[in-house]
């Protein structure tokens, strides 16, 4: 392996150099003062980018699918309900996770392609007159389908019929390099990981507590030890851990929290978006589209490229890998095969993802596809030029 | 932070050069076949190093604690029964995560210094005539008192009651640094974790499973989802992973079996045990003594000094790091201020552990310990001096 | 600075990981037997990059300048004649530093984007039969205008004339990304630089000496210390540096020519045309021109594109950088600003080329040349993937 | 190589952390602003640290050997003459390369172990009415023998005798670790390197010019062209450099004097004076000596120790390595053998020394040494422990 090229799967992202080099660290000594000051900038800066005042960080040394578990298990009871969309992997596997802990799912299957299904999560809601669903469960980015969903006018539907319930956001592959308001969308757990908009290698699970979340944990039942959120915030409240931190990760959170807010959060959504619809006029000029139903539903984060009848995406993912040594993300579940996914989050520039495009494009010729070389190319080109401003030179 | 001066905590330890370069990976796609380039060689060297040539090892992103909550969620149901002896922080707090899951403990208190009381499991077990004894839980290596316990010693003694229970051993801080023998001592689970005798930074678990323990996980209810064997076993089989793997640490694992291996495993476990005995010479010079209640008992990775009466260990450790930059461990749980802790696992020189006994003879003439300074140091000097020959070259 | 984007000057080229690695070393004592095993490898290395079997290898922590003087003034003395063709900033700036001393140049002007002029050489070597040319000095890539020389076709010059003169050969920016022949072409002295080809940091001159040159050293009377290759002879001989080593810098060249040879010189040299044509595809497709005056001129590592009338290529670079991120090279000398340069050499892979195409098209378009966006991008596309084969996967 | 242990040879010394990640850097375009933005910062740091206001920095990709040729050849015409006292294997090898490029040398012969002699310079200078010697060279800290020399009193004597020689000081072994004041001192050019106490690798000679030495420089007529003063003056004035330049270094300069100036100079000057101590009573504790011949010509960066009658230090040097992978220096010249020098500049906690003086005592003991193991060490340990104070802990 040469690492010569970036990586366009839609996680784990690129890591700037001086991530890198944060994250390398020789040991310390955990339960000295030097792990506070490394720990408490990384929480200030999450809190910070999660869009909270006065939620709890927790984080784990774990992943997003620890995140998940971390999150029902520390506020949820055998038996209970949770309210969730499938309309993907990810949204699918959480439910199955709920699953698996006992818990009741009431699932509202949704076409892969669209987003959480507001009208039936409020008719859903109205109708639990008892309160029986204890969590509403919202993936905000569908990294299957490259889906975003409005997690605002989830709350807003919680709000409207008056159900207690709470709202739980993976906003593992959004948070970051999407606008999330944890505060303003009233959530009450979200989910993080390293990997994906925060540039870390996998690792970390990165939750923000809502005092409703907190108050939960207190009569939760299901088992948890390594997750059990009250372990940590003892802890954190002298200072310390539970259990060996992952230190490494957490200074290079920190690092990669301040680069954040160094760039300003706004820049680093705009950012995103700006090259996101680069990519999509690609694909528009490939003659081809996104997996996401409407354009309001476009992540900024991933794109799920549709490819024509007859042609499997998952042979452009393929060839990417062994005749160009890029990679880009396969198709899962009921779109294998449908769509090749293109990662366009975390850190980078027009020239990365142009050469993104240009390589998906060499493979598409290869492959038969009906397209013409340098046509997404063009048409992302022409974007990012005309719109290349303050903020690509910020991230240039 | 100067990172000038090696670490003498009982882990995470000390990383050698090449296994931090190892880890300090870019990043590559993990569902790509370059993952398994990486990930098989660090399965097939975790198999040699727990001795095990049947068992099955996964790797977790997460630390020895999740480690012991895979084991026993993976492999038990609520209300089953556990055996285990309590004579530390560590016994205590696997004995405690099971009560929390809901399981019954049968618990041998026994006296922080020694090890685990093999008549009283033997006792137990033969009293156990139902066979509601479901594992036997012991922990090789007690963190927290610098005391073995003799593995071969519990199995013997479950073979002679002929009891059924599985054999579940925590080495997190013994595997990779003192001799262990999954197959031959018929241990169940091994519990290693990635900071130890791996000399990674934290952020794996690393298991080793029997055949026993595999079919238990057919039947086992406890609720599980991220540590669950079955989605790894399942993804292994297929070359990946269920969600994002930590690939950086599993190349530095790669790295750190093949160190280990071609040094020798016998040669790793002697080089241990000469740079403790260097320490325990020191302690002796002092007029001090190890916790470990009979040398049958030392631990070759940590050595828990008993201070004198009227003296609080925990002062040698705060003013270490405070005055002279230098990480030791406190006591902890009963022998907190009892006790202070020297780690010596893991990638070190004579001249390396030198300088940390001299260090805390600083720091005990500086607190008023009735120690004569160069005393411990002139006694290692002289063991190591005596004994160094190729066991050092190698590791110098 | 964030690093993101690979560069296109023509060297310092980027770095590979595991270079980088090799290079990110603590200290040694360069004085043990450490320092051999790290020394001996590099130097049998370059031979075999070099093309010489009975060269002798000598490093200097400096830099191609320094290979220059170094070259000069271990086997010439004052008053000394050398003969030069001039067609680039190299070959302009080796001519004045033999004027700086003290030899006398004979100097063959050529024009710029023509190579060196083998008529005119064999003319003045006929002419000198005298044999007061001591040394005939060929740029055998001029970085400046992208052209290469025929040194085989030098040597035959020499050869045909019976002139005993030396031929010192700057190899600085072919030498590791184009065949070169040491021992076939009879060169003298070649001189290299680390930061080229060999894919390193700048910071070492690397030099191939023949016995003619050896034994010139004995005679020459132009004053050397730090250069002296005497004192470099006796103490590698020892094992020893006179002088304290880049130790760093020599443990990544060992690393580098280990790379070169296991992918094999004449893939690599085949990887650097492929990767240079696919550029000359796209120079065509914008309907413009290499400096070089004809194909066989076509330098494989630097392509100086020359800009339309009426445009500035500095101007090109200079938005490339502040726009974009990117570095290019600007025109030199006679040709600044009628060209700009794409450095081609080192560790590229087709994407990491075509990023570099689409961001200078994006700059043209920027600057209003009469250029199609995604022209030369699909021009090289084409290329790139007909002929990506085992070369290419290997590179990626 | 596992580099574990502390190197304590007198340079190259320890690299902080923080200096290696600083050198450890991607390719940048070194004509691009970004450049100046790295260089700058370093050339303001070094005037600090050289104590001059007015003195003109050059930094060349080189060694301190290089330096010192730099400094003469940019100054000085053949036939020079040079005014030097030699006692030392480094004040010898200035002289011989002053010799080699037809300067003359006027030689003060002087017993190893003094240092340079005011009264015979004095003499010599008064002697001179003809001001035929244009340069007085003195080497501050003679590596070789551990002996610092009076630059000030030599200033004073120059003065006295209203002679108008440069006055050249060679500062690579104390730069950084000892006081030197550029300016009070009268120094027109002082060389360092970048491997001693700006803890970098080897690489960078770097050198202050007075407006002195710079005017000389349009006279001089010794040939140079890398290592020309003037076509550096001209590169940085426009930003640039004259030919590559070594970034990564010189990135790691910027940081390191940023290190230094935010320790405090005269702090990092008192924490390698007590570093200094501790070795010093250590030696005399052994019943030993240093090779300087009087308190206050003791370096505070390098010990030579004399071994008694009948011993052969190298052959400590030499066990060291092999049976303890531990790097000394061994003696050269005069007092090869007689001596075995510590290093104890650069990077270093108290932990670190002792570490170095217990691995001495285990190759004495070992050798056959009358020394008491321990002994040294307890001396340095009470030094250490009653001076550790602010400085120790800013160290640590």
Tied chains: 1, 2, 3, 4.
């Excluded at 002298?238 to 990760?249: C, D, K, N, Q």
């Excluded at 950012?271 to 900024?300: F, K, Q």
Aim: charged fraction near 20%; aromatic fraction near 8%; proline fraction near 5%.
């Amino acid at each position: 392996m040469s690492y010569q090229n970036p990586v366009f799967i839609p996680g784990p992202t690129n890591i700037p150099e001086v991530i890198r080099k944060a994250c390398d660290m020789p040991t310390i000594d955990h339960r000295s003062p030097a792990f506070a000051r490394i720990f408490k900038p990384a929480v200030a800066g999450v809190k910070a980018v999660l869009g909270t005042r006065d939620g709890e960080i927790i984080l784990f040394p774990s992943t997003g699918t620890g995140g998940w578990e971390a999150a029902i298990t520390n506020t949820l009871s055998p038996g209970d309900t949770i309210l969730a969309a499938r309309f993907g992997m990810f949204s699918h596997r959480w439910i199955d996770m709920c699953q698996r802990h006992g818990l009741k799912a009431q699932i509202i299957e949704t076409p892969w392609g669209e987003g959480a299904p507001l009208e039936a999560i409020e008719a859903a809601l109205a109708a639990d007159t008892a309160h029986r669903i204890r969590a509403v469960l919202a993936t905000h980015n569908e990294t299957a389908t490259g889906v975003k969903s409005d997690i605002a006018g989830i709350r807003r539907a919680m709000d409207r019929t008056g159900h207690p319930a709470m709202l739980f956001v993976d906003g593992v592959s959004s948070i970051g390099s999407m606008p999330f308001e944890m505060d303003r969308w009233g959530v009450d757990i979200a989910v993080a990981g390293s990997q994906k908009g925060f540039m870390l290698p996998a690792g970390l699970a990165i939750l923000g507590l809502s005092k409703k979340a907190v108050a939960a944990m207190e009569t939760a039942t299901l088992p948890r030890t390594f997750f059990d959120f009250r372990d940590m915030q003892k802890s954190y409240a002298a200072g310390g851990y539970p259990y060996t931190p992952a230190v490494g990760l957490i200074n290079g959170l920190s690092t990669a929290v301040q680069m954040l807010q160094d760039e300003g959060l706004d820049k680093v959504y705009a950012r995103h978006r700006r090259i996101a619809e680069g990519v999509r006029r690609a694909v528009a000029a490939w003659g081809m589209r996104p997996c996401a139903a409407t354009p309001d539903l476009y992540s900024d984060t991933v794109t799920a490229v549709v490819v024509p009848d007859g042609f499997n995406g998952t042979e452009v993912v393929s060839l990417a890998a062994s005749k160009y040594g890029m990679a880009f993300g396969v198709g899962l579940g009921e779109v294998a095969g449908k769509v090749f996914r293109i990662g366009h989050l975390g850190s980078l520039t027009d020239a990365m993802m142009l050469s993104g495009l240009a390589t998906a494009e060499m493979c598409m010729a290869d492959l038969g596809y009906p397209i013409t070389l340098g046509s997404g190319v063009a048409a992302a080109q022409e974007y990012y030029r005309k719109t290349a401003g303050e903020t690509a030179r910020a991230a240039a």
